[in-house]
């Protein structure tokens, strides 16, 4: 576990949202959790690590929403969904998670890696953003996302407070700036393209852009623009944005998260192998290939069955993993691509689709038998 908790301090240098996270053991007990976890939360570590699931979140919300989820990645599954929760003791909260399976040395899952981020501030804008873009007086009237106008050259025209705090510009500076002074370079001429066509009255659908800060940080955001008309003849822009930072750093985390644990995959020892759910090799890491002396492409070719010197105990495989949900030191005898025979050790579990119906395995093989 240590290496973990140093393999996440470092990621947070890179990514300070990677460090959201916190590792969750087969009995639902959380083991380690980052301090940004914890301040994104608002809990305090000595509360969270070393209870359960169930008594941070409440025991509804566990059995209802979360364990079906964790039971999937322990299965080998990365799994991903956004639900609120009713905390006992506090207002509703939303939350985008991440469930990815650890796997130790030995090629066994003995935890989830958990990225939960409370994102909802932003889930009620983007509701009320929703159910107002229809309307002209809502939008005046949801006054806690910003609003600005422009004038057809795109100069500002007004601003809000929501947009001079979050932009940290003094409402002073907006005087004679432009919406292309905030737009990063790369991204300037797709906002005028965007701006050009709703000077001339077009129905034109929302888009996202990065920009830059008072304190030369770049910031993301969602925005929505009308035309806004005097006698039919558009005179200005109006423009409703929701910062959406949070939601791309996510993203990129999760990106970041991701590539961490294939390599994970990819430097493990042991012969680790993806079929889909009709036992066609999907994907193999270095160790397989070693072990059984194809190629990658070779490999790619082939189906699980075709590794076996009995083909039946390939069906006994695939029938104890859907019966019991893992297969735990399977003996079965492979052979390598030169025929040799082995003694092989298998490990299993099914890989879920969203329906959770399975859609392909995962497996571990290990030779124990060298003689």
């Given at each position: 576990m ?9 990621a ?5 949202f ?14 380690f959790a ?5 301040q994104?939360?608002?809990r305090?570590?000595k509360d969270v690590?070393?209870?359960?699931v169930?008594?941070?979140f409440?025991e509804?919300?566990f ?13 080998g599954n990365v799994v ?6 009713d905390?006992p003791?506090e207002e ?9 399976p ?11 890696v958990v ?5 909802t501030?932003?889930k009620?804008?983007?509701?009320s953003?929703e ?7 809502n939008?005046?009237k ?5 609003l ?9 025209t007004?601003?809000?407070?929501i ?15 432009s ?18 066509a709703?000077?001339?009255?077009e ?15 770049i910031?993301?955001?969602?925005i ?7 006698g039919?003849?558009v005179v200005?822009?109006?423009?409703v944005?929701?910062d ?7 993203e ?9 644990y294939?390599?994970?995959f ?5 012969a680790?192998?993806?079929?889909d759910?009709?036992?066609?090799l ?5 160790s397989f ?24 105990e ?12 893992f ?6 005898k492979?052979?390598k ?8 050790l298998?490990?299993g579990t099914?890989?879920r689709g969203p329906?959770?119906?399975?859609a ?7 030779e124990i038998?060298?003689?």
């Amino acid at each position: 576990m240590e290496n973990v908790k140093k393999g996440k301090q470092g990621a947070a240098a890179a990514n300070q949202f990677i460090d959201t996270m916190t590792l969750v053991n087969k009995s639902y007990v959380y083991e380690f959790a980052s301090e940004a976890y914890c301040q994104d939360h608002g809990r305090k570590r000595k509360d969270v690590v070393g209870y359960s699931v169930g008594h941070v979140f409440g025991e509804a919300n566990f059995k209802k929403f979360i364990k079906k989820h964790l039971d999937q990645c322990f299965a080998g599954n990365v799994v991903r969904y956004e639900n609120w929760l009713d905390i006992p003791g506090e207002e509703p909260r939303f939350y985008r998670v991440s469930y990815s399976p650890y796997f130790d040395a030995q090629g066994r899952i003995t935890h989830a890696v958990v990225s939960s981020v409370d994102i909802t501030s932003s889930k009620r804008e983007e509701e009320s953003l929703e159910k107002s873009q229809a309307a002209f007086k809502n939008i005046l009237k949801n006054m806690h996302y910003g609003l600005f106008t422009f004038d057809t050259r795109g100069n500002f025209t007004f601003v809000n407070d929501i947009i001079v705090k979050r932009s940290g510009y003094p409402r002073e500076w907006y005087i004679g700036k432009s919406l292309f002074d905030v737009v990063r370079p790369e991204e300037k001429e797709s906002v005028k393209e965007h701006f050009a066509a709703t000077v001339r009255g077009e129905q034109v659908p929302p888009y996202e852009f990065g920009f830059k800060k008072a304190a030369d940080e770049i910031a993301w955001a969602h925005i929505s623009t009308t035309a806004i008309r005097d006698g039919g003849r558009v005179v200005g822009v109006l423009g409703v944005i929701l910062d959406i930072t949070k939601r791309v750093q996510f993203e990129h985390a999760l990106q970041v998260s991701e590539k961490k644990y294939r390599t994970l995959f990819e430097d493990s020892l042991d012969a680790i192998f993806i079929t889909d759910e009709k036992g066609r090799l999907t994907d193999v890491n270095p160790s397989f290939l070693k072990l059984f002396g194809y190629t990658k492409e070779e490999a790619q070719k082939l189906r699980a069955i075709d590794t076996y010197v009995n083909r039946d105990e390939c069906k006994q495989y695939v029938k104890a993993i859907n019966e019991h949900g893992f297969v735990d030191k399977f003996t079965v005898k492979l052979k390598k691509k030169n025929g040799k025979v082995m003694q092989c050790l298998l490990n299993g579990t099914p890989l879920r689709g969203p329906e959770g119906k399975i859609a392909g395995y995962q497996g571990i093989a290990r030779e124990i038998d060298k003689n």
